[in-house]
Structure formats: structure tokens, C-alpha cells
């Protein structure tokens, strides 16, 4: 299906998402450390609830992303990025996919294109979330 506009509003919505999880985790960061959540938040049925709803959508986009990359170190790569930094790394992925196509290109490449395995961009990922933990981890 070639559609621009369909890409360009997707795009838009990856960025968007992209921007507005590097804006909340920023401000949340600001305002306690990663690692000072009150035990009985932790402790809370809907904090559970919701990280699991959380990681198993990162478990479902990651078997995706998973099969799109055909070499194992991306694979690894992407599965800790995924993990690591959530809708981030997946906003990421996709703005890499979607930037991939030429307005000319049908939609249907992002979905179904397999790739040799970057690994460059989730290499910068994990070095990225890496650093945030371990500023976190020492805050």
C-alpha cells in the first residue's frame, strides 16, 4: 500500500511518542531517582499489573522486531534495549523503519522487509540505557 500521508502521520506518531517518553522520563527523573519507588507502590496490585501489561507488550513487539532481524548480536541487542528503555527503543525501531521508505515505497515493507541485522542503533541503545541505570543506580 502506498500511501505518503499514512507515512508522514506515522512518523508523525513515532516521533511523538519518541518525544513525549524522553519528556516524562526526564521530568520524572527530576523529581526522585529511578530506584526510591515506595515499597507500597511496589507493592501496589495495579503498579503489578501494569508493568506486566507493560513487558508483555515489550515481549510481543520484541518477537517481531526479533524475526524483521536476521542477525543474533541485533537480536540481543534489541531484545535489551526493549527491555531497558520500553517505548522508547520501540518508538526508535519503528522512526528507523518508517525513515527507511521513500514516499514511493509501499507501507506493507515496514511490517514485512526482513534486515541483515543493524547494529549500530540498538548498540547506541543499550550504551545509552546503560548509562541512564547506572546514573540512576548511583543517584
Not at 24 to 48: E, G, K, N, Y
Not at 50 to 74: C, P, S
Not at 78 to 89: C, D, Q, S, T
Not at 124 to 134: E, H, Q
Request: charged content about 15%; aromatic content about 16%.
Amino acid at each position: 500500500m502506498k500511501n505518503p500521508l499514512l507515512l508522514w502521520s506515522l512518523r508523525a506518531l513515532f516521533l511523538i511518542v519518541l518525544a513525549s517518553m524522553l519528556f516524562v522520563t526526564s521530568w520524572a527523573s527530576t523529581q526522585c531517582p529511578l530506584f526510591a519507588i515506595p515499597a507500597d507502590v511496589l507493592r501496589h496490585p495495579w503498579f503489578i499489573a501494569t508493568l506486566v501489561d507493560a513487558y508483555w507488550g515489550f515481549v510481543t513487539f520484541y518477537v517481531w522486531a526479533a524475526w524483521k532481524e536476521r542477525g543474533g548480536a541485533a537480536r540481543a541487542l534489541w531484545l535489551v534495549a526493549v527491555l531497558l528503555l520500553g517505548n522508547i527503543a520501540m518508538a526508535v525501531y519503528f522512526l528507523r523503519e518508517l525513515f527507511s521508505l521513500r514516499l514511493d515505497e509501499s507501507l506493507d515493507l515496514v511490517f514485512t522487509r526482513r534486515n541483515p541485522g543493524h547494529l549500530r542503533l540498538a548498540g547506541a541503545l543499550c550504551a545509552a540505557a546503560g548509562v541512564v541505570y547506572f546514573v540512576a543506580w548511583n543517584s
